[in-house]
């Protein structure tokens, strides 16, 4: 996703914002349905957007050191 991508011919740069959420199984991240994770990683994502272009965010209980 560096390099622009030529589209009839217009060069476009793409940019992703990833959000992720980590969930080890133990207790502290509360709820662990499929629909509350989801929402985890979307909120992840949208704090990798409010940092800027091209960046990603990690969440949950085994995202630290």
């Given at each position: 996703?560096?390099?622009?991508?030529?589209?009839?011919?217009?060069?476009?740069?793409?940019?992703?914002?990833?959000?992720?959420?980590?969930?080890?199984?133990?207790?502290?991240?509360?709820?662990?349905?499929?629909?509350?994770?989801?929402?985890l990683?979307?909120?992840?994502?949208?704090?990798a957007?409010?940092?800027g272009?091209?960046?990603?965010?990690?969440?949950?209980?085994?995202?630290?050191?």
């Open positions: 996703l560096v390099e622009p991508v030529a589209w009839k011919g217009e060069a476009l740069a793409i940019t992703a914002s990833i959000g992720a959420v980590i969930h080890s199984g133990q207790a502290g991240l509360g709820e662990t349905s499929a629909e509350a994770l989801l929402r990683a979307d909120e992840a994502m949208y704090e957007k409010g940092q272009k091209n960046r990603f965010w990690v969440s949950g209980d085994g995202a630290g050191p």
